[in-house]
C-alpha cells in the first residue's frame, strides 16, 4: 500500500489541472466545499456524495472501559463520532485496484 495523504493542495492543484481555475480560486473553491461539509456535519446534518459515499454524525452513549495496563475500570463519557461509510462504487474502484496489485505482484515474482 502507498503511503500517500490527500492535502488541501493536492485538491486545489486537481481543481486547478482540471478545471481550469486560478489557483488562489481552486483553493478557494476547496476552501469553501470543505467548510459546507463541515458546517453542514456540525449541525448534524448526514452528507451524502454521489458514487464516493456518506458521512454522518452519531451519538455514542456513556459506557465503562478498561484501561489496558492497569485494567482498571475508566468511564468513557457520551460523545458525537464522524462515521464514513463508502458507496458501493468506491468500494469496487478500490477492489479492482487491489486486484490490479495483486495481478502484477503475481506477474514480477514469476
Known amino acids: 500500500m502507498s503511503e500517500h495523504t490527500v492535502t488541501r493542495a493536492h485538491l486545489s492543484e486537481a481543481v486547478y489541472q482540471e478545471v481550469g481555475l486560478s489557483r488562489n480560486e481552486s483553493a478557494d473553491l476547496v476552501e469553501h466545499v470543505l467548510n459546507e461539509l463541515s458546517d453542514a456535519l456540525a449541525r448534524g446534518e448526514m452528507v451524502k456524495i454521489s458514487s464516493f459515499g456518506s458521512f454522518q454524525v452519531r451519538q455514542k452513549g456513556q459506557r465503562v472501559g478498561r484501561n489496558p495496563k492497569t485494567g482498571e475500570e475508566v468511564p468513557i463519557l457520551p460523545r458525537r463520532?464522524?462515521?464514513?461509510?463508502?458507496s458501493h462504487v468506491l468500494k469496487d474502484r478500490i477492489n479492482q485496484g487491489l486486484a490490479l496489485q495483486e495481478a502484477e505482484a503475481v506477474k514480477a515474482a514469476s
Open 81 to 86: 463520532v464522524l462515521v464514513f461509510r463508502a
